[in-house]
Nanobody
Framework: QVHVVESGGGLVQAGGPRRLSCAAS????????MGWFRQAPGKEREFVAG????????LYADSVKGRVTISRDNAKNTVYLQMNTLKLEDAAVHYC?????????????????WGQGTQVTVSS
């Protein structure tokens, strides 16, 4: 089974960009659809973006559409989340998740493997 580790979180000023990375190991990365989720204090974990195992199909939450791009490099076993024009409400622990299948889903229960998360803090 694949194992995933997120990186790239930190403090960013509102309006600025941040790129998160998720490195996978221990499995055939190209067999997994990937998703990014986030969880703010006191809130449910919510879907941010997802990408199919080939990278040909992507999904975005309405709250981030137009500001966020998910991509993957199967040769590097890595999925990325490029976030632009960050808002205060984007601050959260961001999690990478993998599911064995072709397509990503917005439902977190569809994912089998989760990383530890990386904190994104947005300052005003």
């Amino acid at each position: 089974q694949v194992h995933v580790v997120e990186s790239g979180g930190g403090l960013v000023q509102a309006g600025g960009p941040r790129r998160l990375s998720c490195a996978a190991s221990g499995g055939t990365f190209s067999s997994y659809a990937m998703g990014w989720f986030r969880q703010a204090p006191g809130k449910e974990r919510e879907f941010v973006a997802g990408i199919s195992r080939s990278g040909g199909s992507t999904l975005y939450a309405d709250s981030v559409k137009g500001r966020v791009t998910i991509s993957r490099d199967n040769a590097k076993n890595t999925v990325y989340l490029q976030m632009n024009t960050l808002k205060l409400e984007d601050a959260a622990v961001h999690y990478c998740a993998a599911r064995g299948g072709v397509y990503a889903y917005t439902n977190k229960d569809k994912y089998d493997v989760w990383g530890q998360g990386t904190q994104v803090t947005v300052s005003s």
